[in-house]
């Protein structure tokens, strides 16, 4: 079968602005976005891609841009199925702010009972969002052959929710996994059974370190002041 590899979108401008983005229009990459997409050609360089899937949303599709532009032949495919959550009414509001919401406990503790006001619930994303994965690999697999490689550039959500299915975790521990923007992370699927290859890598470590380096000056997943270790929704902004 073939290798997935799943590309989070670059820095935007509500990552650093720490604001739940969702589905709202008109977020883009921000400074530091813009040079993580610029770097991603490089980084993927040795391998080939049978075809590149994005969300619809323009963070995304930013991101995936200088890849393509390096790889003429290489057309994106937009598949609804890997957007970002339609986190609903929390859409556009700072995240210190849904802190206080008593819903926020359950989304950190028991996502497989969250239903955004107005929007989703968790389990209905991952399910979307493995079922266009399982489409894509039997298609990429079919035409392209069993050592196929193809990218989807997608959400920090979309990207946990996807390996911790590919992991057998159940979605109530999908907060414990972490991916940086513009990580990667690689997933091969077999005929009995998902590898895991590579989660969250960025090829740098400045995230490792304390949080008075990080360019937001916020707390990352598990890291003192992040209520009773909350993981950072949506996937908050990364190292500097």
Not at 86 to 109: C, F, I, N, T
Request: proline share 7%; with cysteine.
């Amino acid at each position: 079968m073939a290798t997935l590899i799943l590309v989070r979108h670059g820095r935007s401008t509500a990552n650093t602005a720490a604001v739940l983005a969702g589905r709202t229009p008109g977020v883009a990459l921000d400074e530091r976005g813009v040079e993580q997409a610029a770097a991603l050609p490089g980084r993927l360089a040795a391998v080939s891609l049978a075809v590149a899937v994005t969300s619809p949303q323009q963070r995304c599709r930013e991101t995936l841009a200088p890849l393509l532009a390096a790889r003429p032949g290489l057309e994106p495919v937009t598949d609804d199925r890997i957007a970002e959550c339609d986190y609903g009414d929390w859409s556009g509001r700072k995240l210190a702010e849904l802190a206080d919401e008593p819903l926020m406990e359950v989304v950190q503790h028991h996502p497989s009972a969250a239903v955004f006001p107005g929007g989703e619930s968790m389990r209905a994303m991952q399910q979307r969002a493995v079922e266009a994965v399982r489409d894509w690999d039997a298609r990429v697999t079919a035409e392209h052959g069993p050592d196929a490689t193809y990218l989807m550039c997608t959400h920090g959500d979309i990207v946990k929710a996807i390996v911790a299915d590919a992991l057998g975790l159940h979605l109530d521990l999908f907060q414990r996994l972490h991916a940086e923007p513009c990580s990667v992370t690689a997933v091969r699927y077999t005929r009995t059974r998902p590898f895991l290859l590579r989660l969250g890598d960025t090829g740098e470590l400045g995230s490792l370190g304390p949080r008075s380096d990080r360019r937001d000056g916020g707390p990352g997943p598990g890291e003192e002041g992040a209520p009773e270790g909350n993981a950072v929704v949506g996937g908050g902004a990364g190292a500097p």
